[in-house]
C-alpha cells in the first residue's frame, strides 16, 4: 500500500520532486551530482523514462518526467542513486558528517540499509494542461534564481532551462 496521497495517473507528463533527508546539501558535491544524471540518462537510454525538464539543487532535484510505470522508474531512481551515492562517500569521506547524518535519519523500518538518503516519495503531480506545464517548467527552471544562487537561468548547469533554448543541455530531453 502506498504511504503517499499522492499517485501517478497513467503515463502522462508529471511533475516529481525528490528531497534528502533533512534537506542535506549533498549535491553541492559535483560527483554526487554525476550519479544522478548518469542515472537519468541510463533510465532514458535503455527508454525506461522521458525527461521533459529538470533541475538538480543542493538538496533536491524537480523533473517533468513520464514512463510507463513512472512509481517503478522512481523508486530505481532513488534506490540506484543513495546506494551509489552512499558508496561515494564511504569510498572518499568515509568519516563524513553527511553519512552521519543520513545513518540518524533512517527510518526504522529500514533495516535493510545503515544511512537514508531520500525522504520518501516523489510527491507526482500529473501534468494537466499546457498552462501547469507552462507554469511547472517556469518553477523549475526559476528555482535557482530564487535561491538567489544565479541571476539567469540559463548559468545553472544543472537544469533543461538551456535545452528549451535550443542549446545542448548535460541531459536530453523530449519537449512537451
Known sequence: MARSRYQ?????PHFVTCSTVNWIPLFSKPELVLILLDSLQFLQNQQRIVLHGYVIMENHL?????????????RTFKSFTARSSMDWLTEHQP???????????KLSHKTGQRYQMWQEGF??????????????????????VKRGYVDNPAH?????????????????????
Open 95 to 105: 568519516r563524513s558528517y553527511w553519512l552521519r547524518c543520513m545513518e540518524s535519519a
Open 156 to 176: 545553472w548547469r544543472y537544469s533543461s532551462y538551456r535545452n528549451y533554448l535550443g542549446e545542448p543541455g548535460l541531459l536530453s530531453i523530449t519537449p512537451v
Open 8 to 12: 501517478v495517473l497513467g503515463s502522462s
Open 123 to 144: 510527491h507526482p503531480k500529473m501534468i494537466c494542461s499546457d498552462e501547469m506545464l507552462r507554469q511547472k517548467l517556469d518553477y523549475i527552471h526559476n528555482n535557482p
Open 62 to 74: 524537480h523533473m517533468i518526467a513520464s514512463a510507463e510505470n513512472l512509481s517503478k522508474e522512481m
